[in-house]
């Protein structure tokens, strides 16, 4: 990939992307420190960190979930914002097919979102909450996110190194929220100028 951006996953909008891919690799591992890059595809950088370590700040919150070596995901759509470190042209961009990892994930939960019913005069009829899905469906339901787009992707807690996503399917909406070490985004090529407004 020529444009590699690291940790900068903040400057990096996904709302409206469509989804080519998305998998984990390494479903219960943790990814080893030392990989290097190799045939074009974008790996992370050594790092002092050992083997299933999750540093202290995020270990209470990141303490149950499905863990995996990488959470990969390849999307279309993506806006490289004006101060991602590999955008020279200071206005958000496009970028062409990107390649997302995230090390080490720890996938708290994914949920499909419950809803409520009215009817005309607004009285509620009926209230489905959401319902977590078990760890052993994550890859079937990541499966079906194929070509569908992301209403949303972003970082609810600032401070720590979190993840949450929601995906559209049909008439479904699937959220993901996952806690990680490391994430690298890669691409190979700048497109039109994203309008934002």
């Known amino acids: 990939m020529k444009f590699k951006s690291t940790n900068e996953i903040e400057t990096i909008q996904l709302r409206d992307a469509q989804i080519k891919e998305m998998k984990l ?17 974008v790996k992370a950088d050594e790092t002092a960190e050992t083997a299933g370590e999750v540093k202290a700040d995020d270990a209470a919150a990141s303490s149950e979930g499905l863990r995996a070596s990488w959470l990969e995901l390849y999307v279309e759509g993506a806006v490289v914002k004006d101060n991602n470190s590999q955008n020279e042209y200071y206005t958000d ?9 995230f090390k080490n994930p720890v996938i708290e939960a994914v949920l499909l979102e419950g809803h409520k019913y009215y009817d005309a005069n607004d009285n509620l009829v009926e209230e489905v909450p959401d319902q977590k899905l078990a760890e052993d469906e994550y890859e079937k339901i990541f499966g079906k996110f194929k070509e569908n787009y992301i209403f949303y992707g972003g970082k609810p807690e ?3 190194k979190c993840y949450q996503m929601i995906v559209d399917v049909d008439e479904d909406s699937y959220i ?7 994430v690298i985004a890669g691409w190979n090529h700048f497109l039109n100028k994203a309008n934002m407004g």
């Open 25 to 41: 690799v390494g479903a219960g591992e943790v990814e080893a420190d030392e990989t290097a890059e190799s045939d074009g595809e």
């Open 93 to 101: 961009k496009y970028a062409d097919q990107m390649e997302i990892r």
């Open 158 to 160: 600032a401070d720590k």
């Open 176 to 182: 993901v929220s996952f806690y990680y070490d490391k």
